[in-house]
């Protein structure tokens, strides 16, 4: 019908055959769903889209928002062929004598150009453009295409499909979302009054905005109830009684969730962003997950996770000036780490005021002081697995030593304990006490490529890709420093198992989830299952699991980390809280207190504990109710302030739960073989 109404040949000349393959697409009428994550429960944590849509059913659209849309949009929907033919004769005409573009568009040529605009060409500004611009051959297209619509649609699913992908203002798509974020209702409830105000904006969404244009989106809502009257949707005794209506929205509006993970509770926010994250590294885009109507069920335990949020809030305010208390827990296993929970006492948010900050804090090197004394797991390890050392053998331990460093400015590298400790000190007594000459001089016996590449097997292998400032390597910096990873930074410099360097809290978690898992490190992965649109399941790409140290090594490490909590730096915060678990520990403190951590783990339960200067003048951390900046004098410890989250977070959790040894050391890696 189409081709004859607009004369000889104009539609075949001036419209390609490459709107068929659109056409085809029209039918299918896929456009961007939102994406919801849950926890592992399958409660959901957090929203992700670009386009806020809630699609329905032509059978879950009330009867009401049909008619109104039709009445104020194309009246004769249900007898055209797609296009209003006087209408784009008119066009025709018109635009031949160089006048404007006149002519209506039908409902399916309306959803023709919304598809295009809100679907197709969404991210591309130059297409949208020509979507939208005022040409005879842009109407052209869409009535090529609306005609083969009405070919293979009906009418009822146009209508459907039309109120599914049009744009209500803002984020909101779609008749499901704008009942619920105007009126807190579902598409199949809405009132007269309720569907004329949206059948009206859909011409202007901007200008008929209602709580930004609220007279001119009431006129509006009256003009359409008066084409529901004049098409008879509607009784003529009923509109004065529709008109008389409020607006009836809700307050502070479009209500929306944030569309984003800081959306998240305050416990979910920063394991949804690293879920997210994760996905991205897996292979999905951000577009993909903002727009593919997936629903991705996490790892994150809802109990565990409140439990540490809790226990993070009571040791360190959220709003407390320059200070961050970061927990992560990650599930050991042989065949897979999964996370538990990651929270902050920060949230995860824009607004500083209340506490929020937009960095990942927790799966981030975004800790740039570092986790002290607790990297010296990664030179224990290198050592019993190179046999320089076993654990029971006594390293030189003296109160200072300079210790040569190859290619380094100075002549050797000066370090002191900080205290009296025994000289000679076996390994397993340093691991509880944690004297810096012991492991500094064990560090340069084993060699730094052996201990960095020991930290990279064990889980730092972001936080290795990062440079000393936990960025992106900047070459153009001129700084080594900066401009190199921290793999390659650190090759020659000892300090690197006191721990002084920016690291991951979320990769520290998971160094104690490789130790706890035999030796067997695995990603640390957020995500249980994830379903499409449909519901079919979506493969995750995941990096395999690798046994990194053998299981001998493993269990010696634990058993040398299992005297912290019960002899060494955290035994006092231990009983202080009445912990009496057998359990491993590593506390670890920054030189000027500016960062202080806890890495250890039990019962299934691999944690980080860490406190840190967040602020733009990072001082001293003091420990005190709460844990504050200052000049203290003797600052926080890791033992002190990193350590009492852990205890009171895990007494709850495993209240009641029957204690789980912790394994024994292998006898072959008890002295040293070399």
């Keep these: 019908m189409a081709p004859a109404a607009i004369g000889a040949g104009l539609l075949s000349n001036q419209v390609g055959d490459s709107v068929d393959a659109i056409s085809a697409q029209l039918a299918a009428a896929d456009p961007p769903l939102t994406t919801t994550v849950t926890d592992r429960d399958g409660t959901p944590i957090a929203t992700l889209y670009a386009q806020y849509r809630l699609p329905v059913t032509a059978a879950g659209i009330a009867t009401t928002m049909k008619a109104a849309i039709i009445g104020i949009e194309d009246r004769r929907f249900y007898t055209e062929g797609g296009v209003d033919v006087q209408g784009m004769l008119r066009a025709a005409v018109n635009d031949s004598a160089g ?103 859909v011409n202007n969404p901007s200008v008929y905005n209602p709580y930004t244009h609220a007279d001119k989106a009431l006129q509006r809502r009256n003009l359409v109830i008066d084409a529901m009257v004049t098409n008879g949707s509607i009784p003529a005794s009923y509109a004065a009684t529709a008109k008389a209506a409020p607006l009836g929205l809700l307050p502070d509006g479009p209500v929306t969730p944030s569309g984003t993970c800081m959306g998240a509770a305050p416990d979910a926010g920063f394991f949804c962003a690293y879920a997210e994250s994760y996905l991205v590294h897996a ?68 607004d500083p005021a209340r506490g929020e900050t937009s960095t990942d804090i927790v799966a981030d090197a975004s800790n740039e002081f570092g986790a002290g004394s607790s990297f010296k797991i990664f030179t224990s390890a290198a050592a019993l697995v190179t046999g320089k050392a076993g654990l029971e ?58 201990v960095l590449d020991m930290a990279y097997k064990l889980g730092l292998r972001n936080t290795l890709a990062t440079n000393d400032a936990g960025a992106v390597p900047d070459p153009a910096s001129g700084n080594p420093q900066y401009n190199e990873p921290q793999s390659k930074y650190f090759q020659n410099l000892l300090s690197f198992t006191l721990g002084n360097s920016p690291v991951s809290p979320l990769e520290m978690a998971n160094v104690s989830a490789t130790l706890m898992s035999g030796g067997v490190w695995c990603p ?105 900046l200052g000049n203290c004098g003797h600052g926080a410890f890791g033992g002190t302030v990193a350590a009492p989250p852990y205890f009171h977070a895990m007494s709850q959790l495993l209240a009641g739960v029957p204690d789980q040894a912790i394994p024994g050391p292998d006898p072959g890696y008890l002295t040293a073989r070399s």
């Excluded at 996490?298 to 949020?309: G, Y």
Aim: net charge negative.
């Design 524 to 628: 640390p992965n957020p995500i249980l299952s994830m379903t499409d649109r449909n519901g079919n399941a979506v493969p995750v790409p995941q990096q395999a699991c690798e046994q990194v140290i053998p299981t001998g090594v493993a269990n010696t490490l634990e058993a040398g980390l299992s005297k912290d909590t019960t002899d060494g730096t955290s035994a006092q915060a231990a009983h202080a809280a009445g912990w009496t678990r057998p359990d491993i520990g590593k506390t670890g403190t920054t030189q000027q207190s500016e960062s202080v951590a806890f890495v250890g783990g039990v019962d299934g339960y691999a944690v980080s504990s860490m406190v840190f200067a967040d602020g733009p003048r990072p001082r001293e951390i003091c420990p005190g109710t709460p844990v504050h």
């Design 393 to 450: 053998t006594p390293l030189p331990n003296p109160d200072s030593q300079c210790f040569p460093v190859p290619d380094a400015h100075s002549a050797c590298y000066t370090v002191h304990n900080d205290g009296h400790y025994a000289d000679p000190i076996s390994l397993a007594d340093g691991l509880a006490t944690s004297p810096n000459v012991a492991f500094v001089g064990l560090e340069s016996q084993v060699g730094m490529p052996a």
């Design 283 to 350: 292979g999905f885009t951000a577009d993909q997950l903002a727009t593919g109507g997936y629903t991705i069920k996490t790892t994150l335990d809802p109990r565990v996770s409140q439990v540490a949020k809790d226990s993070v809030d009571a040791n360190v305010p959220t709003t407390q000036d320059g200070v961050a208390n970061t927990f992560a827990v990650v599930q050991p296993g042989s065949t897979g780490h999964q996370v538990l929970a990651m929270v902050a006492n920060r949230n995860y948010g824009t």
């Design 99 to 201: 006048g404007s573009l006149q002519g209506a568009s039908t409902i399916s040529q309306q959803f023709v150009k919304n598809y295009l605009v809100n679907v197709v060409d969404r991210n591309d500004p130059v297409a949208q453009q020509q979507d939208r611009e005022d040409s005879l051959a842009r109407k052209l297209r869409e009535a090529k295409m609306a005609v083969q619509l009405n070919n293979t649609m009906s009418k009822d699913d146009i209508l459907a499909n039309y109120l599914n992908v049009v744009e209500f203002s803002g984020t909101v798509y779609g008749v499901g979302a704008a009942a619920k974020a105007y009126f807190g209702t579902t598409a199949d409830k809405l009132t007269v009054p309720q569907a004329a105000l949206l059948a009206g904006m």
